[in-house]
């Protein structure tokens, strides 16, 4: 930024920013319009644990589906909702949305089912995070072993004393934490310790290059023993391929999730995937 640059470089506000800021503005504006006018919509992601070929559990994952645009993905609407606060009551939106999904496909039969929610920094900063969360629990009925709340290792490790704070509340109501892209932060392995947490998610980055990267296959190992040794659940995101799944499990990964299991689809649509695998469909 101009500031870092010292006081003796001057910094243009040129055209190109000026459309940047725009339509920044803009986006946030729609933002508040689309949690108004329910634009918003969660698509669910199936997880499955290798030793039952069982899914037992599936991710909750954003999507907006503006009127004009069309579908548009988190990573280009998240960084802004977190910058202007919009994130607390979309973030709220989501854990209502997916906890009274979830409970309802409970009621359906599919009692083993566990959501697991992303939260973002601006919501693990609220003072009353552990209130709303419970809150929500409540409204819903769902149980609080049936949901997973995915973190950030960055994020985790940006105020590590606060985080293990605000992880200890989550942990006394029964609630489980996954570090989410694992391996891309900077943990320090003696919080790792501190923090009390169930899942290691590792990062997706590792799992792409599998059959090709010596490196990213050592590094794997490296999670999946650490995970081990910690009595730690390892969980692969963006499983693509049977090769990538074949070296997981012979690494024994039990949880895996990616696009060859199946890509995130509209509730309906993944009520339908269950109730095929319920009855007998592989
Ligand atoms: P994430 O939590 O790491 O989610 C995994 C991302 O990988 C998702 O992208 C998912 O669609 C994608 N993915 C899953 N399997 C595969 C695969 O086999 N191959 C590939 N190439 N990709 C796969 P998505 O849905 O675009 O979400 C991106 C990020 O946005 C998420 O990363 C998460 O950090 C954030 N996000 C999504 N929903 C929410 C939300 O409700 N709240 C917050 N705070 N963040 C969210
Ligand atoms: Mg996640
Ligand atoms: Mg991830
Ligand atoms: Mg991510």
Redesign the pocket.
Known sequence: SAKEKGRNHYEFFTEEMAVVAESRAELESELRLALEKGQFQLFY?PKRVMDSGRITGM????RWQHPTKGLI???RF?PVAEETGL?LPI?EW?LQTACAQTKSWQSMGMEHLRVA????ARQLQEPNILDRVSRILQETGLAPDRLEL?I?ESLLMRDVNHSIKVLHGFKSLGISIAV??FGTGYSSLSYLKRLPIDVLKID?SFVRDISSDPEDRAIIQAIISLAHALNLVAVA????TEEQEAFLLREDCQVM????LGR?VPAEQFEALIAARAAGAP
Do not use: C, F, H, R
């Open positions: 992601q991710e909750a994952l954003l993905s988190p990573d998240i994130i973030g989501v929610i992303n939260v973002s995915e950030t989410d892209d997706q995101e963006g499983v693509e999730q990616g696009y060859l995130p």
